[in-house]
């Protein structure tokens, strides 16, 4: 990873790469494990905007069935809205917005 996160080594397959709070794939990219270097520099755009990253293995499912997120209001699940799939190969993913604002 580049300079602003921990190095914990080059991922073994596919990952998508986000900012940890954001909505409807703002700022999310998928990489092949061979594209170590854009996928680094996405990593730190998004720091350098003062977001929290998350990297997580590419699940095919996602892919091809979508995503589908849980919305929890007090102690429970109130909503599970699905979303089609957002992902494809990236280049240059979208530059993050915001200060850090969570968006």
């Not at 996405?42 to 069935?65: F, I, K, N, P, S």
Request: charged share 15%; net charge positive; with cysteine.
């Amino acid at each position: 990873m580049g300079s602003t996160g921990a190095a914990l080594g080059p991922p073994a397959d596919d990952q998508v790469i986000k900012p940890s709070v954001a909505s409807g794939g703002l700022c999310t990219a998928r990489y092949r494990a061979s594209a170590r270097e854009v996928a680094d520099a996405h990593v730190d755009r998004l720091h350098e905007a003062g977001h929290t990253v998350m990297v997580q293995a590419y699940q095919a499912a996602v892919g091809t069935a979508g995503d589908t997120a849980v919305v929890f209001l007090g102690s429970g699940p109130a909503s599970a809205p699905r979303s089609p799939s957002r992902l494809s190969w990236a280049a240059t993913p979208a530059r993050p917005s915001g200060s850090g604002s969570g968006r």
